[in-house]
């Protein structure tokens, strides 16, 4: 509660958690993979969850954007209760305030650079072309892709896929953005150029950040860090850690 | 819009071998399709043409009850010469109708003198004959250029001057009873001989209509049938319900009867069953656009559930998954059509330059088919494939929009 504290204290939070609670059912077992979290993340945060395996990171993602919905307890993402949003709510909030990125990468393949980037403002955002045009290439410019524009994914590196993931995610001017372990599939050097990349965007645009590691040195980039552990949270760095 | 048919176009490109194969299949099965449409529908035309322009016209008019007579041609259900002139008279102001000719039948004996046999005797007016059977003066042989006949004159058919040894220039005679019971008989000069249109079998002769009357001593100018030519053949049942409608005499009045050539010919059967045919060929082709389609997109999800998962994560709202997966199947559907289209075309084009004959009757040698491709049946079929294309795509479009999100982004 103390965490919700400090968020009310500094700044409105996008992300408030009480109490959360997510249960599974494997087989005839029930599987608690959240046991009563909360937390409040203030806007224009840097925020890692750490975590052994099955700690419950991906679940508490997966509620943060709005792809699962809470067993107990009270969740609200910019102030809307996601418990309330059902499938077609959610992916029209999803596409309207949250950005996506995902450990291995999932560009679409048969797109190029450019394509890929702009598929959510297609897709979701269904902006007219030249706003599309102007936004992707301000994206591209600002991951440093603007020169791959034109490649397609399997001609070029995991750390460039990961950019481009990054602008797919900021493109449609998003207010907070989901990684689910974004560097695991990279080695050292380049998973921190892109956490790197992340914290810079996140100056400059004002995004929210959120991600799981489960790297220690990945985590010292984070400004504030919450462990999970068996599915209960508790706070481990940042500013009052 | 534009920007979802590229996304579909890839991603059906992105397997474009089993694309290719899909689409070519659905195109040969449109060319097989269109192919069988065209030559069936050739060969239907042709036959239909062959009945009606040289034996029985498009359609007739006779007195109520004579059709049911039909094999004992009934003296006693003529149409009065008051029928005639009324019929004459709709049949004139109808725009759809090309040519009428009036016909006295009646069943008589054939004799050469040496031996006799029975025969169906049509007393024709020639020249109204002639306009609305404009296949029947080529049957004749000799050929002549003044016209079917004369009075005092018979057209034999070949049957009966093969089996009598009848040639041009005897002289026959034709015996029969008249309504009132007597006998009455006259002779004729052979003018020429009648080929059957499709072989030995046929007991038709002609004579002229005023001889008939004299034979059978009627002393009004009856008639049997009309015979009907119209402008086109297409508005046959409407111009038949329409010549119903004006000929009705009221409840409980003697009325005509009309009935279009389908009515009466048993090769409407025939004509029957090669729609009959062509319905079985289209059916075919949709079950293999349905079946190839189908396998190709349900491939397709299941080969991208993790893409599925992403592009819902990412908010694509479950309508426009769906439309993406639709249009990938409408484009399968359009591109199989379209070269199946021009396959279609170009084999008619060819089918004209090297003609498909076979031949068809005794007298009239050999039938060329000219198989052509009607555009409403080129839509049809290319609509019909498209809209199978797009229903077979259905049901998984509709599995990937409601596709969940993290389970699909779990998928290895």
């Keep these: ?241 | 819009m534009l920007s979802l048919i590229v996304i579909a176009w890839r991603n059906l490109m992105r397997f474009g071998r089993r694309t290719l194969l899909t689409a070519g299949l659905i195109a040969i099965g449109v060319l097989a399709v269109l192919l069988f449409v065209a030559l069936s529908g050739s060969f239907k035309n042709l036959m239909i043409g062959q009945f009606t322009d040289s034996v029985m016209g498009d359609l007739e008019i006779h007195h109520k009850g004579y059709v049911a007579s039909l094999d004992n041609l009934p003296l006693n259900l003529n149409l009065t010469p008051a029928q005639w002139q009324r019929a004459r008279a709709v049949l004139a102001a109808d725009k759809t109708v090309a040519a009428y000719a009036p016909v006295v039948k009646f069943g008589g004996l054939f004799s050469n003198f040496t031996e006799s046999t029975n025969v169906r005797v049509n007393g024709i007016d020639p020249a109204r004959e002639a306009a609305v059977l404009p296949l029947l003066p080529g049957r004749v042989a000799p050929a002549d250029a003044a016209g079917l006949l004369k009075p005092g004159q018979i057209l034999v058919p070949q049957l009966l001057a093969n089996g009598m040894k009848v040639k041009v220039g005897d002289t026959v005679v034709v015996v029969t009873t008249n309504r009132d019971g007597s006998v009455n008989g006259r002779t004729f000069t052979v003018r020429g001989i009648v080929s059957d249109l499709s072989g030995p079998g046929g007991r038709d002769a002609y004579i002229d209509i005023d001889d008939a009357r004299h034979i059978l001593r009627l002393a009004t100018p009856e008639v049997s049938e009309v015979l009907v030519r119209l402008k086109s053949l297409e508005t046959l049942h409407a111009t038949v319900a329409a010549l119903r409608s004006a000929l009705d005499g009221g409840p409980g009045k003697p009325a005509f009867e009309v009935h279009g050539w389908d009515d009466l010919s048993p090769f409407a059967h025939i004509a029957r069953l090669i729609d009959l045919l062509t319905l079985f060929v289209k059916v075919i082709l949709v079950s293999i656009a349905l079946i190839s389609i189908m396998n190709v997109m349900i491939m397709a999800v299941y080969e991208r559930i993790r893409e599925i998962g992403t592009i819902a994560a990412i908010g694509t709202p479950p309508g426009r998954i769906l439309g993406l997966f639709l249009i990938e199947g409408l484009l399968l559907g359009v591109i199989g059509a379209a070269v199946g289209i021009a396959l279609s075309l170009g084999a008619v084009a060819v089918l004209h330059v090297h003609k498909v004959s076979f031949a068809f009757g005794m007298g009239n040698g050999t039938v060329i088919l000219s198989p052509s491709l009607r555009v409403s049946d080129i839509v049809t079929v290319g609509v019909v494939v498209i809209v199978v294309a797009v229903l077979a795509s259905l049901q998984p479009a509709w599995k990937a929009a409601r596709m969940d999100p993290i389970s699909a982004l779990r998928h290895i």
């Design chain 1, 1 to 241: 509660m103390a965490d919700i504290a400090f968020a009310e204290a500094h700044a409105a939070p996008v992300i408030r958690a009480d109490t959360v609670e997510k249960r599974y059912r494997v087989g005839d077992v029930e599987v608690k993979a959240l046991k009563g979290v909360s937390f409040a993340i203030a806007a224009g945060s840097f925020v890692s969850f750490v975590g052994p395996s099955g700690s419950g990171k991906t679940t508490l993602l997966n509620l943060l954007g709005c792809l699962d919905r809470p067993d107990g307890g009270r969740l609200t993402v910019f102030d809307t209760d996601i418990a309330g949003l059902n499938r077609r709510a959610a992916a029209r909030f999803r596409g309207a305030n949250i950005g996506f990125i995902f450990q291995d990468f999932n560009l679409m393949p048969v797109l190029t650079v450019f394509e890929n980037v702009e598929y959510p403002l297609i897709m979701v955002q269904n902006w007219p072309s030249r706003r599309r045009r102007e936004r992707v290439m301000d994206m591209l410019a600002a991951v440093g892709m603007a020169e791959q524009a034109g490649k397609r994914p399997d001609q070029i590196s995991g750390g460039q896929k990961q950019r481009v993931a990054v602008a797919r995610a900021l493109a449609p001017e998003t207010r907070l953005v989901l990684a689910d372990e974004p560097t695991a599939n990279l080695d050292h050097d380049t998973a921190y150029k892109v956490i790197d990349l992340m914290r810079r965007l996140k100056t400059e645009l004002g995004v929210t950040f959120v991600f799981s590691t489960h790297d220690p040195k990945i985590v010292a980039a984070a400004e504030i860090v919450f462990r999970l552990e068996d599915g209960r949270l508790s706070r481990e760095g940042g500013p009052h850690a």
